[in-house]
């Protein structure tokens, strides 16, 4: 009996420290020990019950996970403040941003913020835009949130799959679960609909300022008390290990692999490897050109700052920078550009 007794606690609190396991990673005193005994208790989470209705959810429901924290614990900005570049004194010149131009005119979105937020509602040239990162997937893509559905402003629910965060829209009727590597909608309303995306490019701070200089930037007054200096997730990419279940894993790359991945809208996909590539002489981006479903683009390689984007493509095609892992779950099958 105590046997069973010792099994029973002990699965509890597995349970507990699964269910905490994403803030724990914004705790920096915690050892390193600790956090690798998280990671394979996460391995033992089982679907957790949630406030959205999934009953008709397009993805399987055993397979959407609590991520920690609750709906909106990971707070989601709207109406951000900006600053001009010569302002933005808080970012250092490799720091990543999500840039962003429309009609003439550039945001930077700076991915030390977006670690703490996962989704900025914001509207550029009057196009209203969801600029969105998950961490667990290093995934940074740009959403137009005029949605088949109407325009939403979109929240972090709490709950992922295949590692990867599930945004929701608020003020639904009912709130529907959206997919951000898959960008559609996976519950409610907006079940099967798809989001379209915008380009975007990640870049460092230093190479997006010289190519935009009147560029602003996102403000890190933003109104909610959290450590931009800090990066929560910084062990989690020191290993190749994943905190949560992942289905399929390609093992063609190492799992966390950076990566640009491109899709047309015809479903055919490509990943290029941004960190495989070998790098040229300093200051000399090197441009490769492709084609997928018979779409053509050309990607311009930085080896000095190790980024990769697109800088031309015919319409219909899209693209995204994530981890290979998130990438090759959401997209299997994916073809691999191995650049010459």
């Known amino acids: 009996m105590k046997s069973v007794a010792r099994v029973i606690s002990w699965l509890v609190v597995s349970g507990l420290l699964v269910v905490s396991v994403r803030l724990d990673w914004q705790r920096a005193n915690h050892s390193a020990a600790i956090d690798s005994e998280r990671l394979r208790l996460a391995q033992f989470q089982q679907p957790v019950n949630s406030v959205f209705d999934l009953r008709a959810a397009t993805i399987p429901r055993k397979q959407i996970r609590s991520g920690g924290p609750p709906k909106d614990g990971i707070p989601a900005l709207s109406d951000p403040a900006f600053l001009s570049a010569n302002a933005a004194d808080f970012l250092q010149a490799d720091d990543r941003v999500i840039g962003v131009t429309i009609d003439g005119k550039s945001r930077a979105y700076p991915i030390r913020i977006l670690s703490y937020h996962e989704i900025i509602n914001d509207r550029i040239a009057d196009v209203p835009i969801a600029v969105t990162f998950c961490p667990l997937c290093d995934s940074a893509i740009v959403f137009d949130r005029r949605t088949p559905i109407g325009e939403r402003e979109f929240g972090v629910s709490g709950l992922l799959f295949n590692s990867n965060v599930l945004m929701y829209d608020r003020g639904g009727q009912p709130e529907s679960l959206w997919s951000q590597m898959d960008g559609r909608g996976v519950s409610g309303p907006a079940a099967g609909k798809k989001l379209e995306t915008l380009p ?141």
């Open 200 to 340: 975007m490019q990640v870049t460092t701070w230093k190479s997006w300022i010289e190519s935009q200089p009147e560029s602003e930037v996102l403000s890190n007054r933003t109104g909610h008390a959290r450590d931009y200096s800090s990066n929560p997730y910084d062990r989690y990419f020191k290993t190749q290990r994943l905190m949560f279940p992942v289905d399929p894993m390609d093992q063609r790359l190492p799992t966390k692999t950076p990566i640009l991945g491109l899709w047309e809208d015809g479903g055919a996909a490509a990943a290029f490897p941004i960190l495989r590539s070998k790098k040229s002489r300093a200051g000399e981006p090197k441009t490769i050109t492709g084609s997928i479903g018979g779409r053509s683009f050309t990607i311009e390689m930085d080896f000095d700052s190790q980024t990769a984007r697109v800088i031309e493509s015919d319409e219909g095609v899209h693209w995204l920078n994530s981890l290979w892992f998130a990438w090759a779950a959401f997209r299997p099958g994916t073809r691999i550009i191995q650049p010459k």
